[in-house]
């Protein structure tokens, strides 16, 4: 009577509880303040909501989703340090297993967390194959679209100290982190192709929307620019 008690308790409230969520939310900030400001804890707790929004929305589970969303761009500093030689996903998932093992949690659970950060990022070859896998990957996504993708291309784009809209420039022949590596940039030849390479129906639809929003963002910074009244 009492395993299936216990079992029972373990369903309801799932494997982490209050206080384990609270400790994992200190560590994680704490490992975030060597970020660059487009990726830094407030990114992490949006994409953490969207992640919530996605998994009850399409039925993953929200255990491994939140965590995988709190701890999902932890290698982000180390890519930065090594210049890109590090991919901070794969770096991220072999940290994560490291932590989670300390608070002994279940195997199969750290494996799934550290899966679903492994097969995060856009440029990665790796597809998520997991359903929670799917629902990060989107979230992660929809955070780089709509007002708030807009902020962040501007953001990093003065990261890297680039100018403030360069329309006149063939962006084909452009580099990265350079002086024309401004939010218009990043919306041509990245922002506005992720809208086609999420894998889940709700992100999808979340991210059509957010896609039209720039769009028109970006019309009317054109015409700002070019002194059109």
């Not at 994680?28 to 970020?35: C, G, V």
């Not at 990957?137 to 929809?142: C, G, I, N, P, V």
């Amino acid at each position: 009577m009492q395993i299936c008690s216990l079992l029972l308790l373990i369903f309801l409230v799932g494997i982490v509880n209050e206080k384990l969520w609270k400790n994992l939310l200190k560590e994680a900030e704490r490992l975030y303040e060597a970020n660059g400001g487009s990726h830094r804890f407030d990114h992490v707790m949006r994409v953490l909501r969207l992640a919530e929004h996605l998994a009850k929305a399409e039925g993953a589970d929200l255990d491994v989703v939140k965590v995988a969303a709190l701890f999902h761009d932890i290698g982000r500093a180390e890519e930065k340090r090594t210049k890109g030689q590090v991919c901070h996903a794969a770096y991220g998932a072999e940290q994560v297993k490291k932590i989670l093992a300390r608070y002994k949690l279940p195997a199969d659970f750290i494996e799934k967390v550290a899966e679903a950060i492994a097969t995060h990022r856009f440029r990665s070859k790796v597809r998520p194959k997991t359903l929670e896998a799917k629902v990060l990957f989107d979230a992660d996504k929809l955070d780089a679209l709509g007002a708030v993708g807009i902020g962040r291309a501007f953001l990093f784009a003065g990261e890297v100290g680039a100018r403030l809209h360069n329309p006149e420039v063939d962006l084909s022949k452009t580099e990265s982190y350079s002086r024309e590596d401004t939010a218009w940039r990043e919306f041509k030849l990245k922002l506005s192709r992720i809208k086609d390479h999420l894998l889940t129906e709700e992100g999808r639809r979340l991210a059509e929307e957010r896609y039209r929003f720039m769009e028109k963002f970006f019309e009317r910074l054109h015409k700002e620019v070019a002194g059109e009244l």
